[in-house]
Each structure stands twice: as C-alpha cells, then as structure tokens.
C-alpha cells in the first residue's frame, strides 16, 4: 500500500480488518486479529473508532452458538475455519492501533446476516 492510500484508507461497515487488541484483560482476545468492522465509514473516518467482533480460528469455536463461520483462513492459517464472535462487540481506534485491511476484505452477505441476526439474539437492538 502506498502512503497515499493508507492516508485514504478508513473501513467500513462488513469489511474485514487486522487490528491489535492489546492490552487485553481477562478473556479478551489479544494481539493482532482479524476483526469484522459493522460500524459506517462515515462514522469511523469521523470518530476514529471502529465498532466490530473479533474473528478467530480457534477450533474449540465449532460448537460455539454465538460464533458465526465467516470461511476459511489463508496465510499462516490457511484452511483452517474462521469465525466471527458474535458475543464480543468492542470499539477500537483504528488509528491508534495502525489498522490495515485483511485479504479477506469483506465479509459475504450471506455470513454478515448471520452475524447481524446473531448479534440480534443476543443484544435484542431490532
């Protein structure tokens, strides 16, 4: 990426970005993951902050009901299942923590209604 795009760059609502978690506390996720933007660009260019899930491809996540299968990992994962944690909201400031888009770029439609109506169950915002 150029530095003209990374000046440009700002997520948006289903993409998928790597971003660090640290400091963590707890069970919270830490260091650098991938995790799936569902705040607007418009809010994220102007506030800084991204609102999302984290996504992981620990196995034990199979049999998770909150845990929404997003397809399979590449890189140092590849083939293995990623998923989508439905059960973790978290707002990060994605400056801040020097965000970059994953290869996976977005979400698919399909899995990000999942998510959406998962995150539904849990949250009852609709």
Same mark, same amino acid.
């Given at each position: 990426?150029?530095r003209?795009a990374?000046?440009?760059?700002?997520?948006?609502?289903?993409?998928?970005?790597?971003?660090? &978690?640290?400091?963590?506390?707890?069970?919270?996720?830490?260091?650098?993951?991938?995790?799936?933007?569902?705040?607007?660009?418009?809010?994220?260019?102007?506030?800084?902050?991204?609102?999302?899930l984290?996504m992981?491809?620990?196995?034990?996540?199979?049999?998770n009901?909150?845990?929404?299968?997003?397809?399979?990992?590449?890189?140092?994962?590849?083939?293995?299942?990623?998923?989508?944690? &439905?059960?973790?909201?978290?707002?990060?400031?994605?400056?801040?923590?020097?965000?970059?888009?994953?290869p996976?770029?977005?979400?698919?439609?399909?899995?990000?209604?999942?998510v959406?109506?998962v995150?539904?169950?849990?949250?009852?915002?609709a």
């Amino acid at each position: 990426m150029t530095r003209r795009a990374a000046a440009t760059w700002v997520p948006d609502r289903q993409s998928v970005i790597w971003i660090d &978690c640290n400091p963590q506390a707890g069970q919270e996720m830490r260091d650098i993951h991938p995790f799936l933007v569902l705040s607007p660009r418009a809010f994220n260019d102007r506030t800084s902050l991204v609102i999302g899930l984290p996504m992981t491809t620990a196995a034990y996540n199979a049999d998770n009901p909150f845990a929404v299968v997003a397809g399979l990992a590449d890189g140092a994962k590849a083939g293995k299942t990623s998923y989508v944690l &439905c059960h973790q909201p978290k707002s990060f400031d994605w400056r801040a923590r020097q965000a970059s888009p994953h290869p996976m770029k977005t979400l698919n439609n399909a899995a990000f209604a999942q998510v959406r109506a998962v995150l539904n169950q849990i949250m009852a915002l609709a």
